[in-house]
């Protein structure tokens, strides 16, 4: 369908429905995504290609979705044209902040749930995100044609979980085409409509942002009241700055100019702000100088895991702070700030939302701006309480406060789910009691699979836990989780010396009890990494002045007695002597090469 053609003004709001696809990673919402987008004519066979919507190179690599995208599509029911505006989300739990926003411009959501795997931890707490901002969800089972599909069993499962009656599930297999047409008519049927008055004041609310090289920062916007056009002077509410309005039109699914938006239509505006930091998402747009009732907006983004980022070579710092300043234009929930490292020289400490997030991140550094650098290992964002009654937020093990100042250590535990086959119960049970976890309840969803529920400290779920409970499980667990608290906890900060120095990048937080594990790994790794040099080179853990793990390097030797041929031995004992002051002086003037692999082997921990 041409655009040019269409006039948005005849799509009042009983003839939009604005949806969104919630389920757990790869249960197929892109391949959904294209299979509507095909069968409503909005792209065409020559510009169909897989995860249409995924548009970063990482996306299409791992095959997720970390960037939640909107596209809109014309489709007719009993004679009636409705305009339908997709907005995709991602499915891993370090994008749950991008469904929840994106959410806040739908009416409703296809819960998608895969036939061969069935309910995940992620497809429960997408559920749960819809349901409390009160969407009509639409049940679906994709992928029935798989061989190892069940869909009868998922059936029940959903039946159970989320009291949907069987007749309103749609049985559908996005990759073979099976049951579009059925999902597009109960969008139609049964997505309320979209909310919105033609005469009201201008209102509509910022939901999302990116930032392109040409025309500054495009918003993503819901139009709740009133009519947005090309040339009006618009105001953010919460911001209190004025706007030209540039450009305005839909998401088709890349952007077409169509000079006005309407009441609940969900489309993008370029006003050539230059900072996505000025559009504050969840912020109020309105006309300038009328006054609205601005929109609650979201909770801003919390970082829950931190790592330094350094380049490899010092000569690429400036690349490096350009590039990351360009990808947190398009990412606003990273935080970033300088830091200096005696080891690493200058760098980024930031934060992320979750080890995913920073892998994602870091990836995209690599590939997208090819450079190359070392991320240390992740930490958390601890409380503590000084003896003088302060509080003091900490994420950088270097900013450790001495031993005697300290009250109290807090640290942040989350609630996990894990929904996991009968068959691996155990091990899933053993690897979160490994982890200091606290079992709050288990329960069954079917002969064949089990919820458990526990409390768990951040710290051990941000390096290692994902991968060994994939494995523990042959990649059949799924696991989600949610912020809880701050609870008291015995940690202590360790060292790591090498020939005496401490190096700062590689101290962390860890609890007494594992001290002396994590310390003995951590030098075993390093003596694997560090190369020899000419000298001996001493690992060593230690928390405070106490020297708990110790490791050694043996120095590279040339043989200075290799040209005495017989004589007194005297001759021999006095070159190895003067070889041995000259590696004692190269000890105390060299430092220590440590290779990214150092970081690398401390970072892949277990």
Same mark, same amino acid.
């Given at each position: ?143 029935? !044609?798989? #061989?190892? &599909?069940?869909? @009868? ?7 159970? +979980? *989320? $009291? ?25 049927? !049964?997505? #309320?409509? &979209?909310?919105? @008055? ?7 609310? +910022? *939901? $999302? ?163 190359s650098v070392i991320a240390t290992a992740p930490s958390v964002l601890y409380q503590v309480k000084l003896q003088n009654g302060d509080l003091l937020s900490l994420e950088n093990p270097s900013d ?69 409970l994939k494995s523990l499980s042959s990649g059949y667990a799924s696991f989600d989780y949610e912020e809880a608290e701050y609870q008291p906890s015995d940690l202590v900060k360790m060292d790591i ?110």
């Amino acid at each position: 369908m041409d655009l040019k053609t269409i006039n948005l003004a005849d799509y009042s709001p009983n003839r939009i429905r604005n949806f969104s696809i919630i389920a757990h990673i790869d249960h197929g919402k892109s391949t959904l995504s294209d299979r509507m987008l095909e069968i409503t004519g909005t792209i065409s066979h020559r510009e169909k290609k897989e995860q249409f919507l995924d548009k970063l190179q990482v996306e299409r690599e791992r095959g997720i979705t970390v960037k939640a995208q909107t596209a809109s599509m014309f489709y007719t029911y009993k004679g009636v044209s409705y305009l339908l505006n997709l907005i995709d989300t991602p499915g891993h739990v370090d994008f749950s902040y991008e469904v929840s926003r994106s959410l806040y411009a739908c009416q409703g959501a296809l819960l998608l749930v895969d036939a061969a795997q069935g309910v995940q931890a992620q497809t429960m707490a997408n559920f749960f995100l819809a349901f409390e901002q009160d969407l009509t969800v639409i049940p679906v089972i994709n992928k029935i !044609d798989l #061989p190892a &599909a069940d869909p @009868d069993r998922v059936a029940l499962q959903l039946e159970k +979980l *989320f $009291d949907f009656k069987p007749e309103d599930m749609i049985r559908a297999s996005a990759k073979a085409g099976i049951g579009i047409t059925e999902i597009l008519d109960a969008i139609v049927t !049964d997505i #309320p409509i &979209a909310p919105g @008055d033609v005469n009201k004041p201008l209102r509509a609310m +910022l *939901f $999302d942002s990116w930032f392109d090289e040409y025309r500054g920062v495009i918003c993503l916007i819901a139009l709740h009241d009133g009519v947005i056009k090309k040339g009006d002077s618009i105001m953010l509410a919460h911001e209190g700055l004025n706007y030209e309005v540039l450009e305005v039109g839909l998401m088709y699914p890349e952007p077409m100019a169509t000079g006005a938006l309407y009441p609940g239509q969900v489309g993008f505006l370029v006003t050539g702000m230059k900072s996505v930091r000025e559009a504050r998402i969840g912020d109020t747009i309105c006309h300038s100088k009328q006054n609205v009732a601005p929109f609650p907006g979201f909770k801003k983004a919390k970082p829950m895991v931190f790592a330094g980022i350094y380049p490899m070579d010092s000569e690429e710092f400036e690349p490096l702070r350009d590039a990351i300043e360009k990808l947190t234009l398009n990412d606003a929930s990273v935080t970033v700030e300088k830091k200096s490292s005696a080891a690493l020289g200058l760098g980024f400490r930031c934060g992320f939302l979750g080890l995913l997030h920073m892998d994602v991140f870091t990836q995209r550094l690599q590939q997208e701006y090819n450079l190359s650098v070392i991320a240390t290992a992740p930490s958390v964002l601890y409380q503590v309480k000084l003896q003088n009654g302060d509080l003091l937020s900490l994420e950088n093990p270097s900013d450790f406060p001495e031993p005697n100042q300290i009250a109290e250590i807090l640290e942040p535990i989350i609630r996990g789910t894990i929904i996991t086959p009968t068959e691996y119960l155990g091990n899933m049970i053993s690897l979160c009691e490994q982890k200091r976890g606290v079992q709050k309840d288990l329960s069954y969803i079917d002969e064949q699979r089990v919820i458990l529920k526990y409390e768990l400290p951040l710290n051990e779920v941000a390096t290692d836990f994902y991968d060994q409970l994939k494995s523990l499980s042959s990649g059949y667990a799924s696991f989600d989780y949610e912020e809880a608290e701050y609870q008291p906890s015995d940690l202590v900060k360790m060292d790591i010396l090498l020939n005496g120095k401490p190096v700062d990048a590689l101290s962390c937080i860890v609890h007494r009890e594992k001290s002396y594990f994590v310390g003995r790994e951590f030098a075993e790794r390093l003596k694997e990494a560090i190369p020899r040099q000419l000298y001996e080179v001493v690992i060593q853990a230690a928390i405070g002045a106490k020297i708990i793990a110790r490791e050694r390097v043996a120095p590279l030797r040339k043989d200075v007695t290799a040209k005495c041929y017989g004589g007194d031995i005297s001759r021999k004992r006095k070159l190895l002597e003067k070889q041995k002051a000259g590696k004692k002086r190269m000890k105390q003037v060299g430092s220590v090469e440590v290779p990214q692999e150092a970081f690398l082997s401390l970072l892949k921990k277990g």
